[in-house]
């Protein structure tokens, strides 16, 4: 007669897997994807005829960044700490600078008020080399952004007294409309090939 094999209980190793799997789930950060938030223009329509926009001159300042992560504002070597004040000035033009950019004048109904607001026409061109850190470029968009959210912070507290996140949507609307966000970028290019 043959004896038999002792078996070993595994109905509980089951149990103990998925208690494993489920505290290793919960404890266990997952990576998120960081990036930059940005809303893209609509699809133009396909039988919209395109048509050349000429764009003054002095309604344009270039940023460029090299493959040395050094920073350039029109023609002026910058660093990037003073980039968010040299924006707001060039955005905001406040004496009428003739090299700086144009204003429209625009009267926006908000209740029973008007209120009248100097639109600036102002572009930031944001150009970047093939080499530059993407680290830099974070930081001189951050930059770049912060300028037209101080601008527009300012703005609220001017016209409606109040911080612009404590606006309501109508009023930041009307805020967003009178400081767009105008930040051109071009495609990265390979400089130091020339």
């Known amino acids: 007669m043959a004896r038999k094999t002792p078996e070993v209980n595994s109905s509980s190793t089951a149990d103990m897997a998925f208690l494993l799997l489920c505290f290793f789930m919960m404890t266990t950060t997952m990576d998120q994807d960081k990036g ?3 809303r893209l ?21 270039v940023v460029k960044i090299n ?34 950019p144009e204003w429209k004048d ?5 209740g029973n008020k008007n209120y009248d607001f100097k639109i600036s026409k102002g572009v930031i061109s944001l150009q970047n080399d093939r080499g530059t850190s993407y680290a830099k470029y974070i930081e001189v968009q951050n930059e770049l ?20 996140s404590e606006l309501d949507e109508e009023q930041q609307d009307i805020i967003k409309e009178v400081i767009p966000q105008m930040i051109s970028e071009a495609e990265p290019k390979d400089i130091t090939k020339k």
């Not at 039988?47 to 926009?53: A, F, G, P, R, V």
């Not at 029109?74 to 000035?89: A, F, T, Y």
């Open 36 to 38: 930059l938030s940005r």
């Open 41 to 61: 223009p609509p699809m133009p329509d396909p039988n919209h005829k395109l048509e050349d926009q000429k764009v003054n001159k002095r309604n344009i300042v």
């Open 67 to 100: 493959s040395q992560d050094r920073l350039l504002v029109g023609s002026k070597p910058m660093h990037v700490s003073d980039l968010r004040e040299e924006v707001k000035r060039f955005i905001k033009n406040p004496y009428g600078d003739e090299t700086l």
């Open 106 to 110: 625009t009267t926006i109904t908000y």
């Open 145 to 164: 952004v912060g300028a037209f959210n101080d601008l527009r912070e300012e703005e609220a507290k001017a016209k409606f007294n109040k911080s612009f």
